[in-house]
């Protein structure tokens, strides 16, 4: 049984990178409808084997070779990603935000 988006927990995941996504990975598959999920990212783009990155630079291999997830794989799970934007202060916006029902992110 689904639950509404709207009535799930919200997980937010500052940091798109490859332990957090492992994370959200295992969450998927354990509950996929248990959490209403949020990754905020710094890189403009989704999480890549960072392992892997000087095969990148060497020309070895493309960034698209070394992707995680990709964004269609975000999306087919509901998962709402903010790629490309730093977030600083989180734990002080997400207490004040659970002090006044306010979102706990704010784009």
Request: hydrophobic share 35%.
């Amino acid at each position: 049984m689904s639950i509404n988006r709207l009535q799930r927990p919200r997980l937010v995941v500052v940091g798109n990178g490859m332990a957090g996504m492992r994370t959200v990975e295992e969450l998927v598959a354990r509950a996929p409808d248990r959490f209403d999920i949020t990754v905020i990212g710094g890189e403009p783009h989704p999480s890549y084997n960072r392992i892997l990155l000087s095969s990148v630079l060497a020309g070895e291999r493309t960034l698209a070779e070394i992707v995680i997830q990709p964004s269609s794989w975000y999306e087919k799970h509901g998962i709402h990603l903010i790629a490309g934007k730093r977030e600083r202060g989180q734990a002080q916006r997400r207490q004040r935000d659970q002090q006044t029902d306010r979102r706990v992110v704010e784009v």
